[in-house]
């Protein structure tokens, strides 16, 4: 079964400090990742997503993520953080096949607050 | 591109009323629609799998005589909450999954702005 973990309820960071969310996956066969972004009281918004290639991946608003296949890991950086980047974050897997084809399965999300 | 809208966005109803909620792909079509249930500051729990012209698939633990769910286009899928109580009040997020030629291969999904649900 496909599993996600983000092992941190919160982040703080100062802004203008680099920022890492973390993300650990367990699934059968290549996994496809996501991130995604909630502000408040609104849906997901798509960061960036793993789907094969450069293990480093860059998405929106200046967020990158480093799939480690060895530590199965999909760790979210950005290197100088904003006061506008504090949200609810979501690392999630995408079920390969058969009857869950298409289904995401999400972590438990990671609230990033950056101070001024 | 790639606009998911929901409406409304919140409602506020009676308990014992029923409430439906759209889910509208704007700008693709989307043959399989996820509907969403997220609680305060936790992760989004998936209540079912919509795909159009077929009935719903739903997640265990969910009823599907409570949350019905209809996909009757490529572009529409209606999520309504029978008999709703107070623990119906929630977050319910949908997205939308774009085909092949949508979304490059990946089957990307794309998420509404959800709706806030209040039942008194």
């Known amino acids: 079964a496909q599993s996600v973990a983000q092992p941190e309820d919160q982040v703080n960071v100062a802004e203008g400090n680099p920022l890492t969310v973390k993300c650990t996956y367990s699934?059968?066969?290549?996994?496809?990742l996501f991130w995604y972004v909630q502000y408040p009281n609104r849906g997901l918004q798509f960061l960036l997503k793993?789907?094969?290639?450069?293990?480093l991946v860059k998405g929106s608003y200046g967020f990158e993520a480093e799939f480690n296949k060895s530590q199965t890991s999909f760790h979210l950086k950005k290197p100088s953080a904003l006061v506008s980047d504090s949200a609810l974050y979501f690392c999630?897997?995408?079920?390969?096949?058969?009857?869950?084809?298409?289904?995401?399965?999400f972590g438990q999300g990671t609230i990033l607050t950056v101070h001024p | 591109g790639a606009v998911v809208s929901q409406h409304p966005s919140r409602v506020i109803c009676k308990s014992g009323t029923s409430v439906k909620i759209e889910c509208r792909s704007l700008d693709f079509q989307a043959t399989t629609m996820f509907w969403y249930r997220q609680f305060p500051k936790k992760s989004l729990m998936l209540m079912a799998t919509?795909?159009?012209?077929?009935?719903?698939?739903?997640e265990q633990g969910v009823e599907k005589d409570k949350f019905l769910i209809n996909h009757a286009s490529l572009t529409l899928s209606t999520l309504t909450v029978t008999s709703a109580h107070p623990e119906d009040s929630s977050f319910y997020i949908c997205?939308?999954?774009?085909?092949?030629?949508?979304?490059?291969?990946?089957?990307?999904?794309?998420f509404g702005p959800g709706t806030r649900l209040t039942v008194t």
């Open positions: 919509s795909n159009e012209g077929s009935k719903a698939t739903y």
């Open positions: 699934v059968s066969g290549n996994p496809y």
């Open positions: 997205s939308a999954r774009a085909n092949l030629a949508a979304s490059g291969g990946s089957y990307e999904q794309y």
């Open positions: 999630a897997v995408r079920h390969p096949g058969g009857t869950s084809y298409g289904k995401l399965t």
């Open positions: 793993y789907i094969t290639g450069d293990n």
